[in-house]
T-cell receptor
Framework: DTGVSQDPRHKITKRGQNVTFRCDPI?????LYWYRQTLGQGPEFLTY????????KSRLLSDRFSAERPKGSFSTLEIQRTEQGDSAMYLC????????????FGEGSRLTVL | GDSVTQMEGPVTLSEEAFLTINCTYT??????LFWYVQYPGEGLQLLLK?????DKGSNKGFEATYRKETTSFHLEKGSVQVSDSAVYFC??????????FGTGTRLQVFP
């Protein structure tokens, strides 16, 4: 399968714990995006990378959130000191450098904070 | 700020009925417009797009026309099938290089 893959698909954690999600984009895609989706809402933009450079971060991305893409391939999204309000589906998407808006999404990583 | 407004769901239809899902956006510049679909248990996938005024995007029997004068991009299908049951998201891509989505509209088609 050469699509976008995310791991883990589901994470249950206790409040205050740290969690990390991984995204492997389509191999020839230079751009990688993270979105968050809560129940009944559309995906909300969090941040995006072009190669290893993080070019934009949303105000939604508090200091507890950090994303990296160290070698311009896979990316990680870490949430420190999780809160119940962090419970959501975290979506990763990738696209070609041309930035046409045509994103290829993974199936998401669902976070449940107890 | 930039925003997208979609009609609320769920939209419940019988098979072969006509579908319209409304989408409007804030008019800052000349964005590209998209419809994405999320089938149960799957990730979002691109359904169709339009990049300039009066363009019509189409795919799988779905159509949407970029209407700059009304800042709208309504999704239509002449005859829905049970397999079209999914959540549909309208998206707007601005020069800021991020795609902004509406809240999604759930479509349920019954035989």
């Amino acid at each position: 399968d050469t699509g976008v893959s995310q791991d883990p698909r589901h994470k249950i954690t206790k409040r205050g714990q740290n969690v990390t999600f991984r995204c492997d984009p389509i191999s020839e895609h230079n751009r990688l995006y993270w979105y968050r989706q809560t129940l009944g809402q559309g995906p909300e933009f969090l941040t995006y990378f072009q190669n290893e450079a993080q070019l934009e971060k949303s105000r939604l991305l508090s200091d507890r959130f950090s994303a990296e893409r160290p070698k311009g391939s896979f990316s990680t999204l870490e949430i420190q000191r999780t809160e119940q309000g962090d419970s959501a589906m975290y979506l990763c998407a990738s696209s070609l450098e041309s930035g046409t808006g045509e994103l290829f999404f993974g199936e998401g990583s669902r976070l449940t904070v107890l | 700020g930039d925003s997208v407004t979609q009609m609320e769901g769920p939209v419940t239809l019988s098979e072969e009925a006509f579908l319209t899902i409304n989408c409007t956006y804030t008019a800052t510049g000349y964005p590209s417009l998209f419809w994405y679909v999320q089938y149960p248990g799957e990730g979002l996938q691109l359904l169709l797009k339009a990049t300039k005024a009066d363009d019509k995007g189409s795919n799988k029997g779905f159509e949407a026309t970029y209407r700059k004068e009304t800042t709208s991009f309504h999704l239509e299908k002449g005859s829905v099938q049970v397999s079209d049951s999914a959540v549909y998201f309208c998206g707007v891509h601005y020069n800021t290089d991020k795609l902004i989505f509406g809240t999604g509209t759930r479509l349920q088609v019954f035989p």
